[in-house]
């Protein structure tokens, strides 16, 4: 036995000439919020398909809850899943909709009919229990597609984009709610999506996918600061990068310093980092802040030029020259105006500064 | 009336002359031999001088109730037609979820092969299946007739039922997958009755195409087997006239009924997916 509610192991899938999941090793845990998060065709929806009997794996195996339901139908699995289109019964009402997971189970109907009251509850559906889907907003739909998927207190709950059919204001207020629901009802839940705010928002651990692979598992604060890859550092938030090499590492191994063409920076230093080799540093932009030209330097601060200025709001997205090669793209707040062509210095604060090797 | 008050109106107004004109004739042209059947089936000593029959008669349909059988007869057609119904029906459910939901090699092909006994004249392949239904002593009996139906019945219920089939959202069925029901109950529960518009679509043309179908019944029919299509062709060699036109217009009653229901059935967000747009 281990303490994962759902396993796969070694899950290969293809699709023709694609390989759609290579060689996926995931496990979740019980009562945790993992998202599959990447770009489309990453292959998180056939994982979750892997996980529903949807896809059946080439390779590998399946487990929910310690039991090896690789070749166990669907209908078997006792799953619960939102989906991306809501997927009701467009024939049932809200009420039906609801109930329909406990009909099938064959449980009599009085008892059904406080189960799907109590779930209707809990998504403030009551009154609209006689209600047919084509009569309710996208938001509503998709909450009664929650109490669908919760009413028979199944062991896991699947969320396959659940948001995307939204518009922005609602899936904001949406995330809540289900974060909510997942909680009080202690359910294991594996949420797939491809935008990078809900996945850091709402999950207990990120499993991040790139072209069939997973390309790191962590905490939202890990994947956000210390991302393996590239591919991470791009797709999660925003991120300037610099090519150099490593020139030294400082003896406690707490910092180094990396030489972008002549300027030196120093970073956080990691763990396989070795001195002469190729290093790509990474910054957010709005790790990188921007000084009048007269201000005295400091570690990592170089003398650039404004480029282009863009109006964000909140803040100011700055595009700003450091050398002949080297942009940087940087993030500060409103207060601090400066013009384009203007000289200034620029600070990377080196405790912000990470390689990726 | 109505329509000659439009016409004179739209004259008088000097407004679209010409495409009410052109309704106008195809007005003629369609309902002005009906009319004449109408009057002839009660009209009595009426030979097609006068404007209006001279004397009005319901004995031309005693007759034909009497005469020809005329209940016997309309049994007759709708047993067969039922028959044809619930076998294309049968056959365009699987067929239709085939078509409508797998990925076949030479799907085209194989949809232009089914559709061939609808685009070519029964006439061609009638007497073939005379032969066959002789050697299989099916000739004269209601299934017989309604087997040679099926050729024609069923690719309607095909067609309307792929179209249907193909509508509906995978989705869905995936999410009954997920909530427990076996293939089973999500047929029962989820699929009939996001198709039943497209069946009863099907039902609907598949009985037309059935209750009015002459040629093959011509080639298959037996003296327990008339249908009333093929009575009323009898009864134009029997020279009654009235009789004939009283035949037809019984003939045509159950077609208005149908046509009625075709008007509140079959609409375009019905035949596909029954539920779209939700």
């Known amino acids: 036995m281990n303490d994962y509610m ?72 006792e799953l619960g899943m939102v989906f991306q289109n809501f997927a009701l019964f467009p024939h049932m009402t809200v009420f039906g909709n609801v109930e329909f997971p406990l009909m099938i189970r064959g449980i009599n109907k009085r008892e059904r009919g406080e189960l799907v009251e109590e779930a209707l509850q809990l998504i403030r559906m009551e009154e609209y229990r006689s209600h047919h889907p084509r009569q309710l907003s996208g938001g509503q739909q998709q909450r009664v597609g929650l109490a669908r998927a919760l009413v028979y207190r199944p062991k896991v709950l699947l969320l396959d984009e659940p948001l995307s059919n939204l518009d922005a204001k609602l899936r904001e207020e949406m995330r809540f709610e289900i974060r909510d629901l997942i909680d009080r009802m202690g359910i294991t839940a594996v949420y797939v999506t491809h935008d990078q705010a809900e996945a850091l928002a709402l999950s207990d651990r990120v499993a991040v996918m790139n072209r069939g692979k997973i390309e790191q598992i962590g905490t939202p604060t890990e994947i956000y600061d210390s991302p393996q890859s590239r591919f991470i550092a791009d797709f999660i938030g925003l991120s300037d990068f610099l090519e150099g090499t490593v020139s030294s590492i400082r003896s406690d191994r707490g910092a180094a310093i990396v030489k972008v063409d002549d300027l030196e920076i120093q970073v956080v230093a990691g763990p396989n980092m070795e001195v002469g080799k190729r290093a790509l540093l990474f910054v957010r932009p709005n790790n990188v802040e921007l000084f009048s030209k007269t201000h005295e330097g400091g570690t990592n601060t170089f003398p650039g030029e404004v480029e282009k200025i863009t109006y964000l709001g909140d803040r100011n997205d700055y595009r700003i020259k450091l050398s002949n090669n080297i942009r940087l793209r940087v993030q500060s707040d409103s207060k601090a105006l400066f013009r384009v062509g203007e000289e200034v210095k620029v600070c990377l604060l080196p405790d912000q500064c990470r390689v990726i090797v | ?42 009209g009595k000593n009426w030979f097609g001088r006068l404007w209006l029959p001279p004397e009005l008669t319901l004995d031309w349909y005693r007759w034909a109730v009497e005469v020809t059988k005329i209940f016997r007869i309309t049994a007759n057609t709708l047993i067969i037609a039922v028959i044809a119904v619930a076998i294309s029906t049968l056959i365009g ?33 009638a007497l073939g299946i005379a032969q066959v239904f002789y050697r299989l002593h099916l000739v004269n009996t209601h299934f017989g007739v309604a087997l040679a139906h099926v050729a024609i019945c069923a690719p309607y219920a095909i ?14 069925l995936e999410a009954s997958a997920v909530c427990g029901a076996n293939r089973f109950k999500t047929f029962f529960h989820v699929i009939l009755p996001l198709i039943l518009p497209g069946i009863l679509t099907s039902i609907i043309f598949t009985f037309t195409a059935s209750y009015n179908e002459f040629t093959l019944t011509l080639m298959t029919y037996g003296k327990d087997t008339v249908t009333l299509p093929v009575r009323t062709y009898l009864a134009i060699g029997e020279g009654y006239w009235e009789v004939t036109s009283a035949m037809s217009i019984i003939l045509v009653i159950p077609s208005i009924f149908v046509l ?13 997916g029954g539920f779209k747009g939700v």
């Open chain 1, 6 to 77: 759902i396993e796969l192991r070694d899950v290969t899938k293809r699709f023709g000439s694609i390989v759609a999941n290579n060689r996926i090793n995931l496990g979740i845990r019980r009562g945790e919020l993992m998202t599959l998060l990447g770009p489309s065709g990453c292959g998180k929806t056939t994982s979750l398909r892997c996980i529903t009997g949807h896809n059946i794996p080439d390779e590998g195996k399946v487990f929910i809850d310690g039991i090896d339901v690789t070749d166990v139908p669907t209908h078997k699995r």
């Open chain 2, 1 to 42: 009336m109505n329509l000659l008050r439009i016409y004179v109106k739209s004259i008088l107004r000097g407004r679209k002359v010409l495409i009410y004109t052109f309704l106008l004739c195809f007005g003629l042209i369609i309902y002005v031999p009906f009319i004449m059947i109408m009057l002839r089936s009660v």
């Open chain 2, 93 to 125: 459910i699987p067929t239709g979820w085939a078509f409508g939901r797998r990925k076949i090699p030479g799907k085209e092909l194989l949809m232009a092969m089914i559709l061939l006994p609808r685009m070519i004249p029964p006439i061609a392949y």
């Open chain 2, 159 to 172: 067609l309307v039922l792929s179209a249907t089939i193909e509508g509906l959202d995978e989705r869905v």
């Open chain 2, 260 to 272: 009625f229901m075709i008007q509140r059935q079959v609409t375009p967000e019905k035949l596909v």
